[in-house]
């Protein structure tokens, strides 16, 4: 845990004429789960979206193990070993189940380890395996998103907002997941619901209006009402 | 490991693919016995046309269904084997060296220029690279039209092809040397040509089949679906829409190879005309587009309305000649007509395609 898998270095970010990230500076420790907490359009998606490269920081450096990933090209950073489970899911509707897993595939075989896995957290990618993606309900398209994410050794994961929409049982089943998966990879997550993140969370950034307010352990921010209080908008306290 | 392939998406059978690879089925065998079954030259012209421009509409289907690649280039390749071939031919005479020579040569053409418009132009918008295409495919048509020393400009090109395909070649002889018949056809060079051209075509559909069914058929899709998803997956987009940019130019300069030497003849309105590429359009989307099967129905049904449509509605106004308005409407003069409205009423009751449609639909087995 004393190493940093992934730093933003004062990262700037525009979208069109719209400044969105004024210099988010953070350090994301190897192993477990850390959360980005924030309002609606503090900056949490498009912070996401700038370590992927899908949108291109204006100033500023990322490194992720050490190099410098701020001008790669997305799917060069994919292929270091981060994927990204997008808000929207990012599953491709047209696809079975099985041509989605095999897209996250860079080999002709799906490892049969990682497989039986993956079929132990969400036994319904078993079940509609040669279903088509679009039939799938929210939170089974969701597990799809993060088996994609998982089919391979994947050093980190980003996860936009995974509990939006989906019913409490399939929250609380994601909370497992997310545990189970955090033992050998580490996950950023982007979450504005604070019961799950908090259930989840060894560290916690809160970001507000394109920079980051706090940084700390989630455990300080949880047992401390008055800082909850004062990072966190009323919306957050789901 | 688990092989991907022990949990293929073929078991997705629906009665609608039944009834598709049933049809698929047909055509394909109703083509393999072409020569026995109509033995005019008319109708072995249309079935050779169709052996090829199944060829040319599923390497079509193979960017605009499956990869969501608009282009109006295609005729360009198209254009660039067959003038390969045939400026080979009358340069070499009718032997097979030419057709080798010549074909590799309209292949590395269609390579180059493949290379350098998707390198350039598929990192823009969509309507960009289909104006890129367009211009392209008109500045080719111009070429074709000036360099007449060597495409025979507007008048084209007429030239032999090897001794095999001469109608008076004997494939066979019986024990007095006269040639060998099969139900009634002769064993000459006309079969061996009509032979030639249906099984590279089939080849060439295989190997389309292969790449659409493979993992790389999948990246395909999935850029169609959405690039940035497949970005964000570790796919290089441009880099695929590139390869696949040249892999369907690359049948499509064959396709034209194919047409060269049946037609023995290559000139701008057969090989680059703009109604080719309106046609291949058509081809697809009525026979219904990323399904690769819809180019075998598509092209099958629009050659056979081309070709017949007048002949049906010359019976039809006969038939009808007692009653008032019929016959003038079933008039032949007014095949283009009819064709429109045939055209009208597959995409109101199949808009997805005949073939993308009727996939859709049905129980799995």
């Keep these: ?238 | 490991m688990t092989d991907l392939a022990s949990n293929p998406p073929a078991s997705r059978v629906t009665t609608g693919r039944v009834i598709v690879w049933t049809l698929a089925a047909l055509i394909g065998l109703t083509l393999m016995f072409a020569p026995f079954l109509f033995t005019d030259v008319r109708s072995q012209q249309v079935a050779a046309r169709i052996c090829v421009f199944i060829v040319l509409a599923a390497s079509y289907d193979l960017l605009i269904g499956y990869t969501g690649i608009v282009s109006f280039a295609h005729t360009m390749f198209f254009g660039l084997g067959a003038y390969g071939a045939a400026i080979a031919l009358k340069a070499m005479g009718g032997g097979w060296a030419a057709i080798a020579l010549g074909g590799a040569g309209g292949i590395a053409a269609a390579i180059v220029l493949a290379f350098l418009i998707g390198v350039l132009s598929l990192r823009v918008k969509a309507i960009f690279f289909a104006m890129v295409t367009l211009a392209a495919a008109s500045v080719m048509m111009v070429l074709a039209s000036q360099f007449s020393g060597l495409t025979g400009g507007e008048d084209g090109i007429v030239y032999t092809t090897p001794d095999l395909f001469k109608p008076a070649t004997r494939l066979l002889v019986d024990a007095d040397g006269g040639v060998i018949k099969l139900f009634g056809v002769s064993l000459n060079g006309k079969i061996a040509a009509y032979y030639f051209v249906f099984l590279i075509s089939l080849a060439l559909f295989w190997f389309l089949l292969r790449i659409v069914r493979s993992p790389l058929g999948t990246v395909l899709e999935a850029i169609r679906e959405n690039e940035m998803r497949a970005e964000a997956l570790g796919y290089r987009v441009v880099a695929y829409r590139t390869a696949v940019f040249i892999i369907a130019a690359i049948v499509a300069a064959l396709a034209g190879l194919l047409w060269a030497v049946w037609l023995k003849y290559t000139g701008p309105d057969s090989v680059l005309s703009f109604d080719i590429m309106i046609d291949i359009l058509l081809m697809v989307v009525i026979g219904g587009m990323g399904t690769m099967y819809g180019a075998v129905i598509g092209v099958a049904l629009m050659s056979l309305a081309q070709y017949y449509l007048k002949d049906i509605m010359e019976v039809a106004a006969s038939a009808t000649a007692n009653v008032p308005v019929l016959p003038q409407m079933l008039n032949p003069d007014r095949w283009l007509l009819w064709l429109g409205i045939l055209f009208i009423l597959l995409v109101y009751f199949f808009p997805a395609g005949i073939a993308g449609t009727l996939m859709k639909k049905g129980g799995q087995k």
Excluded: C
């Design chain 1, 1 to 238: 845990m004393s190493d940093h898998i992934l730093r933003l270095d004062d990262v700037h970010t525009d979208i069109g004429q719209y400044q969105i990230l004024h210099g988010i500076s953070l350090n994301v420790p190897e192993g477990g789960v850390h959360v980005l907490l924030g309002r609606n359009g503090a900056g949490k998606t498009t912070t996401l979206r700038t370590i992927m490269g899908l949108w291109r920081a204006r100033a500023g450096a990322i490194t992720f193990h050490h190099h410098d990933i701020s001008n790669l090209h997305t799917s060069d950073i994919a292929r270091l070993g981060i994927a990204y489970v997008p808000e929207n899911m990012g599953i491709f509707g047209g696809l079975t189940v099985a041509e989605n897993m095999r897209l996250a595939t860079h080999s002709d075989r799906f490892d049969a380890g990682r497989l039986d896995r993956i079929y132990d957290l969400f036994p319904a990618m078993k079940t509609f395996w040669d279903r088509p993606a679009w039939a799938l309900s929210g939170g089974q398209k969701q597990m799809l998103a993060i088996s994609r994410a998982i089919i391979e050794k994947r050093d980190l994961i980003l996860i936009d907002e995974p509990t939006k929409g989906l019913a409490p049982a399939i929250i609380e089943a994601m909370i497992a997941a997310f545990r189970e998966i955090a033992q050998d990879t580490t996950i950023l997550l982007v979450e504005q619901n604070f019961h799950f993140a908090s259930s989840l969370g060894d560290s916690v950034a809160v970001i507000d209006d394109g920079r980051i307010s706090h940084h700390g352990d989630m455990a300080d921010l949880v047992a401390d009402a008055d800082l909850q209080n004062r990072l966190l908008s009323l919306s957050m306290n789901a």
